[in-house]
């Protein structure tokens, strides 16, 4: 893996000024994929802009208490991806870090309350020894729960403590969120299923997708703040 990253070869969900310089910091691999997410560093300087330079971002990370998912990172490379919460302490500010209605990533601020809430997608099930069974989340994160649930259902986690608050099924009637495809960022209540197909209903207009690109995000509203200009 190389250590560097330039910014032309930046994958299209990053909004950089793509020509300032040649190089960008490259996040370390983590729970997210590089088109789902960013290195922290770049995302206090370039996108919050609460500093200036990387120098001054390490810096803060070192000095001050920068938590993402309520757990504090020093690391400048850390991959901080779709839906994780940053939380700066100082100024009791938090940010979530969404898709725009062009599948861009994007740091949104919002209130106290809903920082203390993730949703996570799952995208797998293990069955573990005594007949427990682990969920396998959407962001790397594994959680062992007697809730009921299937593969592409959301758990509505509280943080830090990651207990399960909720669970949305991926069933027909509820709020669905599009994470790719050329409708990345927009969404919608979904209205039907056929196997791998799915269509979802917004501002009266039918739009049909690929089932896995659905995150449900509530009932009949979702449940976190979207982006919004």
Not at 173 to 193: A, C, R
């Amino acid at each position: 893996m190389k250590n560097h990253l330039k910014r032309i070869a930046t994958p299209r969900t990053w909004v950089i000024d793509r020509k300032a310089e040649t190089f960008i910091t490259r996040p370390k691999p983590g729970a997210h994929s590089l088109y789902f997410g960013m290195s922290l560093g770049v995302i206090l300087r370039d996108n919050l802009n609460l500093v200036s330079t990387m120098s001054e971002a390490k810096k803060v990370l070192n000095r001050k208490n920068i938590l993402v998912d309520g757990q504090r990172k020093k690391d400048h490379r850390h991959l901080v991806g779709l839906f994780d919460v940053i939380t700066i302490v100082d100024t009791k500010k938090s940010y979530r870090v969404l898709l725009d209605d062009k599948g861009r990533l994007v740091i949104q601020e919002i209130n106290e309350k809903e920082s203390s809430l993730k949703p996570c997608k799952i995208v797998g099930k293990t069955m573990l020894p005594k007949g427990k069974l682990q969920y396998n989340l959407y962001d790397g994160k594994n959680i062992i729960s007697d809730q009921k649930a299937n593969v592409g259902d959301t758990f509505v986690l509280s943080l830090p403590k990651l207990e399960v608050k909720e669970v949305l099924p991926l069933k027909e009637g509820n709020f669905v969120f599009l994470t790719k495809g050329k409708h990345g960022g927009n969404s919608g209540i979904l209205k039907e299923i056929r196997g791998t197909e799915a269509t979802y209903t917004t501002h009266k207009k039918d739009i049909e997708t690929t089932k896995s690109y659905l995150f449900v995000l509530g009932e009949k509203e979702s449940k976190i703040t979207l982006y919004s200009k």
